[in-house]
Every structure is written in structure tokens, then in C-alpha cells.
């Protein structure tokens, strides 16, 4: 079990390391504070109900900002360590290359997970502040008040999570064989961009004009990609009182830990043959 | 023994070779390992949260969608979509105009607002623009004015097609259509081409939360104006009369059928 705790303080150490970097905090207060703006701008919506318009922004907040702390953190971190020679100092020590990368991806993810948390606690302040305002209003009509649920926004904050752990793992399987940090950084945005539209090749591969061999192309380029957008379900989750069902969301988490499980253990066979 | 250096970069050529074929086998195992489950998850989730249609990619402004895509700001990037092709539709811009316009609807496809408002756009303001540009009303010959207003309507309807196409439960989009081939033919022809209008009607009834209106203005128009469709509409409208819950959905579709389906005798 020594391995664990070699682990566990690498996690630790990078935790703290990539939380007191300005980045961070600079990130969670543009969205904190976009998530809190959006409150005043509901002026600009058309047609749709404030509270998806105010959900929106902190949705969009959560997977932008999160995605931009999930691949720079990462890759920082990581050159940080090679750069500093401090990961040749600890690879020194009995610490494995696998349990140095793992280490890293930890640290980086539950600082993901802080952010996720703090960006939904915001979220939801917002949302029952305006929620409570219309029910009142809703009330004072005789209509039936909105519907916002909180245990479905902590569950969507879960899926981010996870989410965000996938273009983390992403990050630090490119960062494991990438010789440069600009080189990291574009490869790990480029491959958030492909597996976002993950979607558009799979519905292009089972496309019925499509050729045989540009069918079993895309098909398989589709098995190389995670679909990210099957994290995006916040609008069901929070404001559909339909909600989504326990199956899918528990078959949303097991592809993304098997993804992240994957990409993960590709970062740390690429570290194996790396020269620091 | 002297090493052979040709044999060492072979050697290194395929260690590296099998170093990122091993990788790729990984990850080409782990998507098929988690297909199933992605595949499970996506199907409900699809449904829900309206992604991009490959048609509405192909027509929309790329930057936009890609930014709708990554960003998650959809909702706040179909507003500002839809602002431009205000500002469009300020300066008499067809084609700027449609082009925001679209993506607005591409970017929020669940809002009708964006859909409704393009399908107007489309039908009466800009065969008008169209019109004033080659000289005016006065200048341009009637059968170019009516050419003109026949593809506006195909365009706004092709719009709207495409709607239901992606949004199939949603009776709206049927009533929009029907309402504007029953405004747009009436201005075209002098009279409204009820067939047509009545069969976007039906479809609209036939979806589960079809307003009241739809039902009788589809019993009218059929009762009133087309004869061959009327079987069809009374056959529609006993088996709703039949499956109606309340004494008032009951009394409505009876009164309909009285007052416009009568059998012939």
C-alpha cells in the first residue's frame, strides 16, 4: 500500500501547488462572476424561460472555464516539473513514472472537483434567488411556480466533474510524450474540440450515402474519441422536471471513468519511454 | 563485436512504432469497452438537450456553432446570433439577416421565437425587400412579384419542414405552417390554398398538446372548402370525440363535427 500514499502525497502536493497559482483563482472568478452577472442580463433573452437563460451561463461557465484550468493547470504542472528538473529529483527517489503521472492527474482533478463545487454553489444561490422572485410572481398569478432542482445541478456538477477529468486525462496523456508546453497545450485544445463534435462523426459514419470505407473510417475514429457532449445534460438534470434517468447517468459516469481509466494509463506508458 | 548502427535505428524505428501502436490499441479498447455504455447514455441524452442537426451545420455560420458547441453558452449565442440578424434585418439585408437567423435556430433549436420569427422574415419581409430593390411595385410586372412570393413561401416552408423534421413532437411548427400557407396563398392567388393549409392542421392535431384552434380551423377549412378530405377529417375527429376525458372536449368535438363535417345525405 506504500504506493498508494506515494501516490496520495504527489496528489496532495500538486493540489496545493495548482491551487495557489493566480490562474486559478483569476478562472473561478470570471465564472463565479459571469454566473452572477448573467442575473442582470436577462434583458438580452429571447423567447426562453430566465432561469435557462441564467442556467446557461453557468453552464457554459462550468465547461469553458473548467476546460481552459483542466488542459493549462495540466500542462503548466507538468512542464513545471521537467523544466525545474524536480520531477528527475523525485523520479530519483522510489517513486515510480506511473505513480508520478497518477499522482499529477489526482492533484489536477480534485482541483477540478473544488471548481466545480464552487461554480455550482454559485450557480444555485443565483438560481433560487431568481427562482424564489418568480414564484412569487408566479404566485401572485395564480401559475404554477418554476421548477429548479438542486440535487439534479449537484448531479450535473458530478457529470462535469467527470467530464473535466476526461480533457484532464487527455491533457496529460499529450503532455506525456509532447517535447514543448505550446505544443501540449494546442494538441490537448484541438483534441477537446474533436471530442466535443465526437457526435458529428458517428452520426456521419452511420450516414446511409456514406461509402463503405470511409464509413469503417470514421467509425473507427469514433471509437478513438470520447463524446463529451454526453455530459451536457444540465437542462434536463436542473430545470426538466422530467429530470434524466438513474441508468443514463450512471452509464454516463462509467464511460467517463473507463475513458479517463484509458487515457490515464496511455499518459503513463508514454511517461515510461520519455526522456527527462 | 561492433554494433551495427543501421540495425540500432531499426530497431529504435520499431520499438517506436510499438510504442504508439500499443497506445492506440488502448484507446481504441477503451472506446469499444465503453460503446455500449456511451451509446446507452447518448440516446436519452440526445433527446434532451437538442444537439446540432448535420443539416443545420452544414448551412449554419461555422465560427458560430463551433463556438456553441465548445462554449456551452447556447442559449446566451443564439441571443446575440439573433441580434445580428436584427441589425440585418434593420438595413433590408436578406442574406445577412437569414444567415444570423439561422444561426440563432441552429444554436437553439427547442426556441420557437427564433424559428417563428425567421419563417416571417422569410415569407413576407423579404420578397417585399426583394421587390423594392428591382424598382418597386409599381415597376416590377405581376408575374415577377408572384414568382417572387411563391419561392418565398417555399423557402419559409422549407425552414419550417426542416423544423419538424428535427422537432417532430411539437404541433407548433404545424400551425406556423399552416397559417402562413393560408396567409401567403391568399395574398398570392386571392385565395387561401386550404387543402394544404388543412393537411399541415392535421399533422398538428395529430401531436399529443395540438392547440383547440388547430382542431377547428382544420374542421373548417376541410368542412368548408375541401370536399375530398372530409371522410378522412369526420374518421380523425370521432375517434377523438371518442377518446375525449372531459363533458367539454366532448361537447367540442361534437359541436365541430356538426357544424362543419356533416355527412352528405
Known sequence: MFFLKKIFWIARNTFTEAARQKFFSFLLLLGAGLTAVSLSLTHFDF?????????????????LFGSVLAVVTTVQLFFTEIENRTALTMLAKPVRRGEFLFGKFLGVWCLLGVFVVLMCGVLAAVLALRAGTLAEIAEARSLPPP??????????????????????AMTIAVSSFAQTYLYAVVVSFVALIIAQLQYVFA??????????????????????????????????????????????????????????????????WFFRFREI | ????????????????????????????????????????????AR??????????????????????????????????????????????????????????????PEQLFFLENTANY????????????RG?????????????????????????????????????IFVLAAQLIAIKTDRIYGAPDYA????????????????????????????????????????FLDKRLAAAKTPGQKRFFSELLEEFLVPDS
Open chain 2, 196 to 235: 394544404k393549409s388543412a393537411e399541415y392542421y392535421r399533422r398538428a392535431c395529430e401531436l399529443p398538446g395540438a392547440p383547440w384552434f388547430a382542431f377547428a380551423t382544420y374542421a373548417k377549412f376541410v368542412g368548408e372548402h375541401v370536399p375530398a378530405e372530409r371522410a378522412s377529417a369526420r374518421a
Open chain 1, 47 to 63: 423567447g426562453d424561460s430566465e432561469l435557462k437563460f441564467i442556467a446557461d451561463f453557468g453552464f457554459g461557465g462550468i465547461f
Open chain 2, 136 to 172: 418597386g411595385f409599381l415597376r416590377v410586372p405581376e408575374s415577377v412579384q408572384r414568382e417572387i412570393q411563391k419561392k418565398a413561401l417555399a423557402d419559409a416552408l422549407k425552414i419550417l419542414d426542416d423544423a419538424a423534421e428535427n422537432n417532430p413532437d411539437e404541433p407548433k
Open chain 1, 203 to 268: 452520426d456521419f459514419a452511420s450516414g446511409e450515402k456514406v461509402s463503405f470505407g470511409v464509413k469503417a473510417l470514421t467509425g473507427t475514429a469514433t471509437k478513438l474519441i470520447p463524446n463529451l457532449q454526453l455530459f451536457n445534460t444540465g437542462e434536463a438534470l436542473v430545470l426538466d422536471p422530467a429530470g434524466l434517468s438513474a441508468a443514463t447517468i450512471m452509464s454516463a459516469l462509467g464511460y467517463g471513468t473507463i475513458w479517463i481509466a484509458a487515457l490515464v494509463f496511455v499518459g503513463m
Open chain 2, 47 to 108: 433527446e434532451r438537450i437538442g444537439t446540432f442537426s448535420p443539416k443545420a451545420l452544414e448551412r449554419s455560420a461555422g465560427t458560430g456553432v463551433a463556438l456553441g458547441t465548445l462554449g456551452g453558452f447556447r442559449t446566451v449565442l443564439a441571443d446575440i446570433a439573433w441580434l445580428r440578424g436584427f441589425h440585418f434585418w434593420s438595413e433590408r439585408d436578406a442574406p445577412d439577416c437569414l444567415k444570423y437567423c439561422e444561426l440563432a435556430m441552429t444554436l437553439a
Open chain 2, 122 to 133: 422569410v415569407a413576407f419581409e423579404f420578397p417585399v425587400w426583394e421587390i423594392r430593390k
Open chain 2, 1 to 44: 563485436m561492433e554494433n551495427n548502427p543501421h540495425s540500432d535505428s531499426l530497431l529504435e524505428k520499431f520499438r517506436r512504432t510499438m510504442k504508439y501502436a500499443a497506445a492506440f490499441a488502448v484507446i481504441f479498447a477503451a472506446g469499444t469497452l465503453s460503446a455500449p455504455l456511451g451509446d446507452f447514455a447518448w440516446t436519452e
Open chain 1, 147 to 168: 421548477f429548479v432542482d438542486f440535487v439534479g445541478l449537484a448531479i450535473f456538477g458530478v457529470l462535469q466533474w467527470v467530464r473535466l477529468g476526461i480533457v484532464a
